[in-house]
C-alpha cells in the first residue's frame, strides 16, 4: 500500500482520507451529557461535544498544529468507531511534542487523566512492511460505563510541507457534531488553496504582523444513518486544504496544477529505471516469443508475478519515492510504488511505453477532486496504453490475470505521471455488465438414504471474482471451507468438497461445491412442496437513506435451481407464476419450468449503476423486499386431476 508520510494523514487516510482529527484545547467546557440537546443524539452512537483545529504554517516545510478532540460515546456502538482508541502516527518528518486524554462519566466527573508517559510507544505496524520508521503513541480508553466521554489534546510539529491538516469534523457514520472550528495561520507570501464541500461557508479573517489567519466554524450537525448506499463525503461538510509551492525533504514541488505535481513526482522517480544490461538481455527473451504487443504486456506481467512479493518501505521520504528497478530485480520484493516502477521498467525495455499511475484506492475512500490538485493519494499501480485499448496493471498481486478490472481501482480519476509532462487527470474503466457477473447453477438430488445432494457450479468475475481469487491463492483446504461457510446461504449443509479453477486468460473464475444435508429438500404431504434457497445473496440492501443514494457497480447475477424430482414430476403441475419488476435501478425476473423429471427455478438480477434521488429510495427498497420474498417462496406440485 502507498503510505503517505504525515503523521496525521497516513494509518486513517485509507479509511477515511483527509481525516485529520483535531481539535484546539478549551476550558471550562461541562462535559455531562445532559448538555447534548435531544435533536442532536438522534441517530447517534457518538457525539462530537468539540473539535477544533488550530493551524500554524511557519514555511514551505514546517507547520504546528494543536489540536482536541471531545467525543460522547452515547453506547456501546459508539465505540465501532475506535475513536476510544487513540492513535498518533509520527516519523522522521513529524514530532509529537504533546498528547494527552482525560475520560469523564455521563456527569462531566473527571474519571481519569493520562498524559504523554501513559501512552504506549510502538512501531507503526501495518503488517506488511518489511521496514518502517514509522512510530505511534497509542493509548486504548475501556471505560465501559455508557455514555461516556473522552477529551484528547494534541501538539505536533511537522516537516512535511505537501501536506496541511484537513477539516473533517465528522467522520463516521451516526456521529453527530455540536462544534468545529478550524483556523490557519500562515504568513502572507506562502499561498495555499481550500476548497469545501457539503457546505457553504465564509471564514473569518485576520491579519497581525504579516500573518494571515482565516477561521471556519459550524455546529450542530446531525448523525448520517449507517448505509452501504450513501457515500460519506457526499452527505458530510469538510474540507480540502493544500499549498501550492512545499517542500519534502530535499525535494521542491508544486501543486499549483496536477502538472506540476506530477512533474513533482517526475523529480523524485528520476534515475530508478536502472538494470544491469544481462538482466536487460534476459528480460528481452521473455518477450520475444510474443506475436503482440497485448502477449508481450502478459509475459512480462506474469514475470514480474512469478519474481517478486509485495512488502511495504516506508524509511524517509520513501512513503513517495520508490525503490530503484535495479534493487526490486535483485530482492524481489518492493511496495506498490516499487513493483509499479519495475513493472514499467521491464516494459520500457522491451519498447512498452506505460506510465507510472498515482490512485485513491478502496472502495471507501473519497473521490479524487479534479478541480483541487492535491497530494491525495494511497496507492500507486501502472497504465499501459496499447493500440485500442489501455491496461492497467496491480502490480502488488502475485494472482491477478493481466489487466484485470478489480474493485480496488476502477471507475475513478487517477494521475499518470508522464516524463517530459507531468501529472495528467485520467479515468479508470468501470465495470460493467459484461465483465461484472456472476452465473450459478444448483442441482439438487436425494440419496438412496434420503439426504439432499447439492452441487454448485459457479461462474464469477468482476467484483465477484476477489473472494474466490483470495481462496484458491492464499488458504488451506480447512481455511477455505470456513470462509465458504461464512457466504453459503445453504446454512444446514456440510461442505464435502470445493474446488477452484482460475482462467487467468478469460479473467473468469468457476467455484465447483459439493453438499450434503440428512433432510429431503422436498416435503411430501398430499402436494409436493420445494422450499427453494439460492447459494448466494449479492443483494444491495440499506433501510434508509437521508440525501439521495448511489449504486457504484453495473452487476448481473442468474442463477438457476434445479430439482431432480424423478417420479413425483408425473401428473403435478406447478404452482408458481413467473415474475418480473423493472425499475430504473435494476430489474429482476424469476421463473419456474418443468423439464422432464426436473424443476427448474431461474433467477436473473440486473442492478444499474448510478445516483439516484432520495423520492424513489422506497421504490428501490420494495423492489429488493419483493425479490427476496419471491425468491423463497415456496413451490408446490399438485396432483393433476382427470
Not at 518528518?93 to 474519571?111: E, R
Not at 486504548?140 to 461516556?148: E, Q, V
Not at 513517495?320 to 510504488?337: E, I, L, R, T
Not at 496507492?379 to 478489480?406: Q, R
Given at each position: 500500500m502507498f503510505l503517505l508520510k504525515s503523521s496525521f494523514f497516513i494509518k486513517r487516510f485509507f479509511i477515511v482520507p483527509f481525516l485529520f482529527s483535531s481539535v484546539n484545547v478549551s476550558a471550562g467546557n461541562d462535559f455531562s451529557v445532559s448538555f447534548i440537546p435531544d435533536s442532536i443524539k438522534e441517530n447517534a452512537d457518538v457525539v462530537t461535544r468539540i473539535h477544533t483545529t488550530k493551524v500554524s504554517v511557519l514555511s514551505t516545510q514546517n507547520y504546528e498544529v494543536e489540536t482536541e478532540e471531545v467525543y460522547t460515546f452515547l453506547n456501546q456502538n459508539g465505540e465501532k468507531s475506535k475513536l476510544n482508541i487513540i492513535r498518533e502516527y509520527y516519523d522522521s518528518?513529524?514530532?509529537?511534542?504533546?498528547?494527552?486524554?482525560?475520560?469523564?462519566?455521563?456527569?462531566?466527573?473527571?474519571?481519569?487523566?493520562?498524559?504523554?508517559?501513559?501512552?504506549?510507544?510502538?512501531?507503526?505496524?501495518?503488517?506488511?512492511?518489511?521496514v518502517s520508521d514509522q512510530r505511534m503513541l497509542v493509548k486504548?480508553?475501556?471505560?465501559?460505563?455508557?455514555?461516556?466521554t473522552i477529551s484528547i489534546k494534541k501538539r505536533i510539529r511537522s516537516k512535511n510541507g505537501m501536506y496541511y491538516p484537513q477539516w473533517f469534523p465528522i467522520s463516521e457514520y451516526r456521529m453527530a457534531l455540536m462544534k468545529s472550528t478550524y483556523s490557519i495561520s500562515i504568513p502572507e507570501n506562502i499561498i495555499y488553496n481550500y476548497k469545501t464541500y457539503n457546505l457553504r461557508i465564509e471564514p473569518t479573517i485576520e491579519k497581525i504582523k504579516g500573518i494571515e489567519t482565516k477561521i471556519f466554524k459550524i455546529e450542530n450537525i446531525k448523525a448520517i444513518d449507517d448505509s452501504p448506499l450513501e457515500k460519506l463525503d457526499k452527505v458530510v461538510p469538510y474540507m480540502r486544504i493544500s499549498p501550492i509551492e512545499f517542500v519534502l525533504d530535499k525535494y521542491k514541488g508544486n501543486l499549483k496544477s496536477w502538472k506540476s505535481f506530477g512533474e513533482f513526482i517526475c523529480l523524485l522517480n528520476e534515475g530508478r529505471q536502472d538494470l544491469e544490461l544481462s538482466d536487460i538481455s534476459n528480460i528481452k527473451k521473455i518477450a520475444d516469443s510474443a506475436n503482440s504487443i497485448h502477449e508481450k504486456v502478459d509475459l512480462l506481467y506474469r514475470y514480474m508475478q512469478s519474481q517478486t512479493r509485495y512488502v511495504?518501505?516506508?524509511?524517509?521520504?520513501?512513503?513517495?519515492?520508490?525503490?530503484?528497478?535495479?534493487?526490486?530485480?535483485?530482492?524481489?520484493?518492493?511496495?506498490?510504488?516499487?513493483?509499479?516502477?519495475?513493472?514499467?521498467?521491464?516494459?520500457?525495455?522491451?519498447?512498452?511505453?506505460?506510465?507510472?499511475?498515482?490512485?485513491?484506492?478502496?472502495?471507501?475512500?473519497?473521490?479524487?477532486?479534479?478541480?483541487?490538485?492535491?497530494?491525495?493519494?494511497?496507492?500507486?499501480?501502472?497504465?499501459?496504453?496499447?493500440?485500442?485499448?489501455?491496461?492497467?496493471?496491480?502490480?502488488?498481486?502475485?494472482?491477478?490475470?493481466?489487466?484485470?478490472?478489480?474493485?480496488?481501482t476502477d471507475n475513478r480519476y487517477v494521475m499518470a505521471v508522464i516524463p517530459g509532462y507531468g501529472g495528467k487527470i485520467l479515468k479508470t474503466r468501470k465495470l460493467d455488465f459484461k465483465d461484472n457477473w456472476l452465473k450459478t447453477t444448483t442441482k439438487f438430488s436425494n440419496t438412496e438414504n434420503g439426504n439432499t445432494f447439492c452441487k454448485i457450479i459457479s461462474l464469477?468475475?468482476?467484483?465477484?471474482?476477489?473472494?474466490?481469487?483470495?481462496?484458491?491463492?492464499?488458504?488451506?483446504?480447512?481455511?477455505?471451507?470456513?470462509?465458504?461457510?461464512?457466504?453459503?446461504?445453504?446454512?444446514?449443509?456440510?461442505?464435502?468438497?470445493?474446488?477452484?479453477?482460475?482462467?487467468?486468460?478469460?479473467?473468469?473464475?468457476?467455484?465447483?461445491?459439493?453438499?450434503?444435508?440428512?433432510?429431503?429438500?422436498?416435503?411430501?404431504?398430499?402436494?409436493?412442496?420445494?422450499?427453494?434457497?439460492?447459494?448466494?445473496?449479492?443483494?444491495?440492501?440499506?433501510?434508509?437513506?437521508?440525501?439521495?443514494?448511489?449504486?457504484?457497480?453495473?452487476?448481473?447475477?442468474?442463477?438457476?435451481?434445479?430439482f431432480t424430482l424423478g417420479e413425483r414430476a408425473k401428473g403435478r403441475d406447478v404452482s408458481i407464476k413467473n415474475i418480473s419488476e423493472y425499475k430504473s435501478f435494476g430489474n429482476f425476473e424469476l421463473k419456474v419450468e418443468q423439464k422432464d423429471a426436473n424443476l427448474v427455478l431461474y433467477r436473473k438480477i440486473q442492478i444499474n449503476a448510478g445516483e439516484y434521488n432520495t423520492d424513489i429510495f422506497q421504490d428501490y427498497k420494495r423492489f429488493f423486499n419483493k425479490l427476496i420474498a419471491e425468491s423463497q417462496e415456496s413451490i408446490i406440485l399438485k396432483q393433476t386431476k382427470f
Open positions: 518528518f513529524s514530532q509529537i511534542v504533546d498528547i494527552d486524554a482525560t475520560i469523564y462519566d455521563a456527569y462531566g466527573n473527571q474519571i481519569r487523566h493520562y498524559g504523554k508517559v501513559k501512552f504506549d510507544d510502538v512501531i507503526a505496524f501495518d503488517g506488511a512492511s518489511l486504548r480508553i475501556d471505560y465501559g460505563i455508557f455514555p461516556y511495504g518501505i516506508q524509511l524517509g521520504i520513501g512513503g513517495w519515492q520508490p525503490f530503484n528497478a535495479k534493487y526490486v530485480h535483485k530482492n524481489k520484493y518492493g511496495d506498490c510504488k516499487a513493483l509499479s516502477n519495475y513493472m514499467m521498467t521491464l516494459l520500457s525495455v522491451c519498447g512498452i511505453s506505460s506510465y507510472y499511475t498515482l490512485v485513491m484506492a478502496g472502495d471507501n475512500s473519497f473521490e479524487v477532486d479534479t478541480t483541487f490538485p492535491a497530494a491525495h493519494f494511497n496507492h500507486a499501480f501502472l497504465m499501459v496504453p496499447i493500440e485500442n485499448d489501455t491496461l492497467w496493471l496491480e502490480c502488488t498481486s502475485n494472482t491477478y490475470p493481466t489487466g484485470f478490472k478489480n474493485t480496488f464469477k468475475n468482476g467484483q465477484f471474482y476477489d473472494y474466490p481469487n483470495y481462496l484458491k491463492y492464499h488458504l488451506n483446504s480447512n481455511e477455505k471451507k470456513e470462509f465458504l461457510k461464512s457466504k453459503l446461504e445453504l446454512k444446514n449443509f456440510t461442505i464435502k468438497n470445493y474446488d477452484i479453477e482460475d482462467n487467468r486468460l478469460a479473467h473468469l473464475i468457476t467455484e465447483k461445491i459439493e453438499l450434503v444435508n440428512s433432510n429431503s429438500y422436498i416435503n411430501d404431504n398430499g402436494s409436493t412442496i420445494i422450499n427453494p434457497i439460492f447459494p448466494f445473496r449479492p443483494y444491495l440492501f440499506a433501510n434508509r437513506v437521508s440525501k439521495g443514494f448511489f449504486i457504484k457497480r453495473n452487476y448481473l447475477v442468474e442463477d438457476s435451481l434445479v
